[in-house]
Each structure stands twice: as structure tokens, then as C-alpha cells.
């Protein structure tokens, strides 16, 4: 089974729970995340983050692994509440294939110095 299409698919079952898709959130989990707001969205990612990091710092496998799943549903959520795909986050981690992490931060701290050339003075 392919990983991309696996968060392809489910990226496409959370967009399919938002309020204008007929998500109801009386049924279903996700549909009630987004009737709360982003705010309750990002407040979930922050949760499960805490949690990754109590797990790995207890060293067992399986808690990690069961943490970071949750980690990743949130945050797609949150993707998906922004409008955002899976497949862009897959796409910037395919950006920085081959480049060290050093080289990345150089790269990303050029483009923010940059002054924006389609503001007029």
C-alpha cells in the first residue's frame, strides 16, 4: 500500500465531513471538529503534539507510533479546514529532498528577506 495514497484517501474522507459537504456532526468526529471552529482544530493539534512528545520520552514504540497517527489526522484536519491537500505538504517535504536542514533555513530565510516586488511604492 502506498503511503501517499493512503493520505490521499483520507485527506479526501476529512474534506468530505465539512459543514458544506453535509459533514453532520451529530455522526461523525471530524465533521464536529470543524462545527467548532479552527481554534478547537489547532487546540487538537497542539494536544496530540504533547503527547507525541510524552511518548517518545517514555521510549515504547507502539505509543509513539499510536501518537504521531493521531498527530497526523489532526494536523490534516487542520489542513483541510485551511484548505490545503496532503499532497502540498508531500510536495514542499519533495522540495527539500536532498537539501540539508541548514541549507533549507538558508533558503526559506533568503525568500522572507526578499522585499516583495508586486507591492508599489
Known amino acids: 500500500m502506498n503511503g501517499n495514497d493512503i493520505l490521499a484517501r483520507l485527506g479526501d474522507v476529512i474534506d ?3 459543514p458544506e459537504a453535509g459533514g453532520d456532526p451529530g455522526q461523525s468526529y471530524v465533521a464536529k471538529l470543524f ?3 479552527l481554534d478547537s482544530i489547532l487546540k487538537k493539534v497542539g494536544e496530540e503534539a504533547t503527547e507525541v512528545v510524552l511518548a ?3 521510549g515504547d514504540p507502539a505509543k509513539l507510533t499510536y501518537e504521531v497517527a493521531d498527530l497526523w489526522f489532526h494536523s490534516m ?3 483541510s479546514a ?3 491537500k496532503p499532497a ?4 514542499e517535504l519533495a522540495r527539500r529532498e536532498g537539501l540539508s536542514g ?3 533555513f538558508a533558503q526559506r530565510n533568503a525568500a522572507a528577506a ?4 508586486t507591492l508599489k511604492s
Not at 526578499?114 to 516586488?117: F, G, N, Q, T
Open 16 to 18: 468530505s465531513r465539512k
Open 35 to 37: 462545527a467548532k471552529g
Open 56 to 58: 517518545a520520552k517514555d
Open 77 to 79: 484536519v487542520a489542513l
Open 82 to 84: 485551511l484548505g490545503l
Open 88 to 91: 502540498d505538504v508531500l510536495h
Open 102 to 104: 541548514l541549507e533549507e
Open 114 to 117: 526578499k522585499p516583495d516586488s
